[in-house]
């Protein structure tokens, strides 16, 4: 058994693959590149593949990140590239290498996610759009409104310290890009949607919330309380 | 990423964006410079369902093996899609390239079932085309159909230009490529489909002219051309070892209702249950040979990276080599670690042998198809099935530890009387019978799903004069049988509703006064009509109705031998007198063999090889 770890990206119109069917591709990708994978025991065995963190649909990535369990060693270049051969358009390996170190699953070891959110806003200078920005971070509170989908009832959180960073990073014709840095995982999860909403709602600038876009650019975990970003694994 | 903008930014809004983007593994994409032709294959149902067809997958990738045509898809946008793409004004569009449809040089649907009628006229007006021929000038597309319901044309006959009746896959490269040179010529819409008339399989509906008595009967179907055949011939493939086949399959993101490979090792069947239109439409029976399927098979596997594989055909246990076959693709498939599933095989001692080894089984179980609850009723229908088959069937599945059952039967058939439907709980009970005696009482897990569909007379078969039983006696029986079904353990009982196979029916048995019917109903809302949620027979009522049609005279009216069938101009290869003689031998009780073991003279040889 050999396990390696892949980034890919996931954009275009394959933003608007579901996790479960983004599981599903990578597993038939993988027969048609002729490489075998893992497979659990049992009455309904499923491959050995984990995704990192699932993506909502309608958000692409620069930077997606899996494990995979492999039967043959194999040189990374040769799976990426094989891999590559059979994707769809949208779906790029950007790196695989193999995992030597036993380490924690991926999805435990996420922390914190990048995203880049752009948007179309008109009439209004970048002073004011950075006051905005700084004015909505410097609450103590912010509260969001968020809808429970499993028991269709509405809770208030504070996602406030869920915030690591959100700036404006570029701003032209109109189009303004804002990185934030959110806290990412089973020890605490933002979502970039229900961000842009709560900052919508507490500035007074007028965005249309299907005119956003969100793309991830990175996941990372935390090692002495340094964020260290998810390319940096070996 | 397309040449609609704002496709984008309604995708996020609706359920399942991935059914209109196009793009997936195998999907095929050509450059405008490279083609001559552009030809958007249609099915008139959502993606899933639509997907899901084996004969898409073979048409779509025959058409495109073709270097300058290019066949792209489409299918019926879900309610939510819909609704946004009539408010942003977005005109039905290729999932390949995102073209509008009205750009496509010819837009031919798949008629797989009656009630997606109202989903083509749903998807050329969301495409901005007009609905009928003669309003269509010449620069709209051509609109083309083909499938089985296209064997009785008459009813879409003033909205389609033309019908392809039969198999598609060399045909319809034949029509493409005269399209090619008549758009070269530049010469008139009317000059093509003169062309294309003496095309085995083409049936051009404008070229003929119902006559009708005083009381709106048909009474025949006058050429307006001297030119224009008498009768329309089907075509099929001759060899289907020769015939196109996919080396590849598209492969969908979403998970759709049959999501894996599927290789046709037989076309037809020869057993011929005199219910049965696919029966009749695809003789004679041919086979692919092993050979060729191993190959299909394994090119599939390689190029779909698909987990299941499936064998097709009407009835795979008829398949004359089916032991080595299936010997040989489940070793296959155990070593690269794929599943294989055999529908429609039949129980015999092989199959159980087989059918131990094949996974999917277990979980879902064994099927029959008795159709009919006493072997009087069984001999009616010829359907060759005994109980002993059943019984037997069922006993060596409950030996090998199953214990789920499904078993489909009709109502409304022939002649049917309530003992016809005692027999279906009497069959029932003997199930449970046989089960308790060999489970013991700790592991009881036995379930028995009865579902059953309502009769449906269907053109070309030795029952297409016979009526549906009209919709009050359908439902007593479905009520009979709900209260007998309620008192008994282990089971669960389907039907169908009454008021959708009626519609059914008089679709399938329609003439082309239909097609006014069809546009009235669909201005006032009608669109999947065979979903229960979307379903409105109010509504078809009143289209009936307006148009001054009473819809029970194509359903639950019998009709005689010399009465003049809207499809009397269609020539299926079986003849009329072949089916009066086994309309003749339903009353009488008779049953007639499967062909296999001796010609019963069909009248199919007339035309076609029969080996
Ligand atoms: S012609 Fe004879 S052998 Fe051929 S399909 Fe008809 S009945 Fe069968």
Redesign the interface.
């Known amino acids: 058994m050999y396990k390696y770890l892949f980034q890919f990206t996931k954009t275009?119109?394959?933003k608007?693959?579901?996790h479960l069917?983004l599981m599903s591709?990578f597993?038939?990708?993988?027969?048609?590149a002729?490489i075998?994978i893992l497979?659990s025991q049992g009455f309904s065995p499923h491959p050995k593949l984990s995704i990192a963190h699932p993506l909502s649909?309608?958000i692409s990535s620069t930077s997606e990140y899996m494990e995979v369990e492999i039967e043959e060693r194999k040189e990374g270049l040769e799976i990426l590239s094989r891999l590559n051969d059979?994707l769809?358009?949208?779906i790029r390996i950007l790196n695989c290498k193999e995992m030597i170190e036993k380490k924690k699953s991926l999805a435990a070891l996420v922390e914190y996610a990048a995203y880049d959110i752009s948007f179309h806003i008109e009439d209004i200078e970048q002073d004011v759009l950075i006051k905005t920005i700084e004015d909505f971070l410097s609450e103590i509170e912010i509260i969001a409104i968020k809808k429970q989908m499993k028991t269709h009832t509405i809770k208030q959180v504070d996602i406030r310290p869920f915030i690591d960073a959100f700036e404006l990073t570029k701003y032209s014709q109109g189009v303004a890009t804002i990185t934030a840095i959110i806290k990412t995982g089973s020890n605490g999860n933002l979502n970039p949607e229900l961000l842009m909403q709560s900052f919508i709602e507490s500035s007074e600038i007028k965005i249309d919330p299907?005119?956003i876009k969100i793309m991830r650019t990175e996941l990372y975990f935390v090692k002495e309380n340094k964020r260290i970003p998810f390319s940096s694994i070996n | 990423?397309s040449k609609l903008n704002n496709l984008e930014?309604i995708?996020?809004?609706v359920e399942k964006?991935?059914r209109y983007?196009?793009?997936?593994?195998n999907a095929v994409v050509k450059k405008d410079a490279e083609i001559k032709a552009r030809f958007v294959f249609a099915f008139p149902d959502i993606y899933e369902i639509g997907m899901s067809h084996l004969g898409m997958q073979i048409l779509y990738h025959a058409l495109n093996a073709e270097n300058d045509i290019f066949c792209e898809r489409v299918f019926a946008p879900a309610q939510d899609m819909e609704s946004i793409m009539r408010e942003e004004n977005i005109p039905l569009f290729s999932l390949e390239t995102k073209t509008p449809l009205m750009d496509a040089d010819m837009i031919g649907f798949t008629l797989q079932y009656e009630l997606s009628y109202s989903n083509v006229i749903n998807m050329l007006n969301l495409a901005n085309i007009p609905l009928m021929c003669d309003e269509r000038k010449e620069a709209f597309p051509f609109i083309c159909a083909g499938g089985p319901c296209a064997f009785n044309p008459e009813p879409l006959g003033e909205i389609i230009d033309f019908f392809i009746l039969g198999e598609g896959e060399t045909v319809n490269i034949e029509i493409m490529k005269r399209y090619i040179l008549w758009k070269e010529t530049g010469r008139t819409k009317f000059e093509f489909l003169k062309e294309i008339s003496c095309i085995q399989g083409v049936y051009i509906p404008s070229l003929y002219k119902p006559r009708y008595d005083e009381h709106m009967k048909l009474i025949g179907m006058d050429k307006l051309y001297e030119w224009a055949p008498e009768k329309v011939t089907k075509k099929i493939e001759g060899d289907l070892d020769a015939a196109f086949f996919p080396e590849k399959f598209i492969?969908p993101?979403?998970?759709i209702v049959h999501n894996r490979a599927m290789v046709e090792i037989l076309r037809g069947c020869t057993r011929g249950c005199r219910f049965c239109q696919a029966g009749v439409i695809y003789r004679p029976v041919r086979e692919r040979s092993v050979e060729k399927i191993e190959e299909i098979t394994h090119q599939l596997?390689?190029?779909?990276?698909?987990?299941e594989m499936s064998l097709l055909s009407l009835s795979t246990s008829d398949y004359s080599k089916i032991e080595p076959l299936v010997s040989s693709l489940m070793e296959k498939c155990r070593n690269?670690?794929?599943s294989l599933s055999l529908p429609s095989l039949r129980l015999d001692s092989f199959s159980f042998k087989v059918l131990d080894e094949v996974q999917s089984v277990k979980k879902s179980g064994l099927t029959f198809a008795p159709e009919a609850g006493t072997q009087r009723l069984r001999n009616v229908i010829n359907k060759s099935i005994t109980e002993e088959d059943i019984f037997n069937g069922a006993e060596n599945a409950f030996k090998l530890g199953w214990g789920t059952i499904k078993l489909y039967f009709m109502i409304g058939l022939p002649t049917e009387t309530y003992d016809d439907l005692d027999g279906i709980v009497n069959i029932a009970k003997r199930i449970i019978d046989i089960y308790y005696k060999i489970q013991d009482k700790k592991n009881r897990k036995l379930k028995i799903t009865i579902s059953t569909s309502n009769f449906v007379p269907k053109p070309h078969t030795a029952f297409q004069w016979f009526p549906m039983d009209d919709m009050e006696t359908l439902s007593s029986k479905h009520q009979y049988l709900s209260e007998k079904f309620k008192k008994m353990k282990h089971i669960t009982f389907n039907y169908n509703d009454v008021r959708t196979s009626f519609l059914e029916a008089v679709l399938a048995r329609g003439d082309r006064r239909v097609n006014e019917v069809l546009i009235k109903a669909w201005k006032s809302g009608c669109k999947f009509d065979g979903w229960r949620e979307h379903f409105d027979f109010d509504k078809w009522q009143q289209a009936f109705n307006d148009v001054g049609i009473d819809p029970g005279v194509f359903s639950c009216e019998k009709w005689d031998y010399d009465d003049v069938l809207p499809w009397d101009h269609i020539d299926v290869g079986v003849t009329k007198e072949y089916l009066i003689s086994e309309n003749e031998k339903a009353y009488e009780e008779t049953f007639t063999d499967d062909c296999r073991n001796g010609c019963t003279d069909c009248g199919v040889n007339r035309i076609f090889e029969c080996k």
């Not at chain 1, 597993?27 to 048609?32: I, S």
């Not at chain 2, 596997?301 to 987990?307: A, D, Q, R």
């Open positions: 275009d119109y394959m608007f693959i579901s069917d591709t597993e038939r990708a993988f027969r048609r002729d075998k497979y649909v309608g059979v769809p358009e949208g299907n005119e | 990423m930014k995708l996020p809004k964006p991935a983007i196009g793009g997936e593994i492969v993101f979403i998970d596997i390689k190029n779909t990276g698909y987990e690269e670690n794929i």
